[in-house]
T-cell receptor, first 114, second 113 residues
Framework: AQSVTQLGSHVSVSEGALVLLRCNYSSSVPPYLFWYVQYPNQGLQLLLKYTTGATLVKGINGFEAEFKKSETSFHLTKPSAHMSDAAEYFCAVIFSGGYNKLIFGAGTRLAVHP | DAGITQSPRHKVTETGTPVTLRCHQTENHRYMYWYRQDPGHGLRLIHYSYGVKDTDKGEVSDGYSVSRSKTEDFLLTLESATSSQTSVYFC????????????FGPGTRLTVT
């Protein structure tokens, strides 16, 4: 079955430290890949996406992600965490033939402490 | 922000009662989706629509039905609510074509007692 795995349901970093949120998907065919962020009591906001082309994708708020086909991964990074980055982050995938249907990972809650 | 509204934003209802949630968009996007969000599961697709009167089931469609009589409105109905349907429900929209990102509404928190 097609699936999306986010390693670590909770990640805690210090302000100014590197943020690394992991996402792996189950498919040998390159899918469409997305990262969304959800702040408390709000809907989901698109951070970035990969469809085709350059495998390093830059998004909003200083985040970026790299598509690695050989590792079936799409990890999200930010060089320096800010307190305002505290939120829940979701990796989502549209698999080939998926008719634009997003499959979500379970989410990673990011905490940023001073 | 994409023009998506959901109503109601909060609802408490009793087991066995029917409930209808509404999603309204002002973007004229072709695709509309209903998801539910539960801890540890991320978001899971309930139903989606690819045009007026064109709908299909998603991953967790049992106990839910949908209707879309106008481009801008997508209704989700729980015919007889159960406690397992207590959740946060999100509507999303996207343009035609593969790979287009989805834009999400603010959500509806539903509690079934």
């Amino acid at each position: 079955a097609q699936s999306v795995t986010q390693l670590g349901s909770h990640v805690s970093v210090s302000e100014g430290a590197l943020v690394l949120l992991r996402c792996n998907y189950s498919s040998s065919v390159p899918p469409y890949l997305f990262w969304y962020v959800q702040y408390p009591n709000q809907g989901l906001q698109l951070l970035l996406k990969y469809t085709t082309g350059a495998t390093l994708v830059k998004g909003i708020n200083g985040f970026e992600a790299e598509f690695k086909k050989s590792e079936t991964s799409f990890h999200l990074t930010k060089p320096s965490a800010h307190m305002s980055d505290a939120a829940e982050y979701f990796c989502a995938v549209i698999f080939s033939g998926g008719y634009n249907k997003l499959i979500f990972g379970a989410g990673t809650r990011l905490a940023v402490h001073p | 922000d994409a023009g998506i509204t959901q109503s109601p934003r909060h609802k408490v209802t009793e087991t066995g009662t029917p409930v209808t949630l509404r999603c309204h968009q002002t973007e004229n996007h072709r695709y509309m989706y209903w998801y539910r969000q539960d801890p540890g599961h991320g978001l899971r697709l309930i139903h989606y629509s690819y045009g007026v009167k064109d709908t299909d089931k998603g991953e967790v469609s049992d106990g839910y039905s949908v209707s879309r009589s106008k481009t801008e409105d997508f209704l989700l109905t729980l015919e007889s609510a159960t406690s397992s349907q207590t959740s946060v429900y999100f509507c999303a929209i996207s343009e035609s074509g593969q790979g287009y990102e989805q834009y999400f509404g603010p959500g509806t928190r539903l509690t079934v007692t």
